[in-house]
């Protein structure tokens, strides 16, 4: 990311140097910082992972010969779920006189987890359906490995559940490394067949 400063004010930013000048893109840094175009560097102190929060605006300045883009704080996504309504205060209802709810970040994260623990199961639905139509027994491994997949979706689902903030929910996916240079996280791992 690029921005063309003139008098000291920043006037445009763009990722491409053409944007700026035609030959810009083949000039020196000094030719570019005489055109009063600068590479911009980002200050990332605020910026946070946008699966949990909702970053704050993206602002620039200049000072010293350098364009500095920053963020405003971070907020984190709403927790639990919000039943919506209108600008009375009323309870918003859909088509089917349904409560319009939004889904919160635990009820999003808690579907992702389900999401995966089916995708983990379909390579073996195969055995499942076999064995209905043909009562073939389903191997003993596949079976442990079923249930274990579905019991470590429902332990993740209770653990977010159980977190009391935006950033406890967070620290559940967050890697790190223990003393005895084991990475992991608080979730654990799915099983594996």
Known sequence: MYAKVENNVIVKANSS??????????WSAEQL?????????????????????????ESFTFA????????????????????????????????DGVQ????????????????????RLQSTDWYVVRNAESSTAIPANVSTFRTAVRTKSNEIEASIDGAASVEAVEALFTYTTGADDVVSRPLGEWPKL
Do not use: C, H, M
Not at 17 to 26: E, K
Not at 33 to 56: H, P
Not at 100 to 119: F, H, R, S
């Open 17 to 26: 140097l053409a944007s700026f000048n035609r030959a810009a893109p083949s």
């Open 64 to 95: 010293n010969d350098t364009v500095t883009a920053s963020y405003t704080a971070a907020v984190g996504k709403a927790l639990d779920d919000v039943n919506e309504v209108d600008e009375e205060g009323n309870a918003l209802l859909d088509d």
């Open 33 to 57: 910082a005489a055109n009063g175009i600068y590479e911009v560097v980002y200050n990332n102190t605020n910026l946070k992972d946008s699966r949990f929060y909702i970053n704050g605006a």
């Open 100 to 119: 319009v709810v939004t889904p919160g970040l635990k009820t999003n994260e808690k579907n992702q987890i389900k999401a995966q623990a089916a995708g």
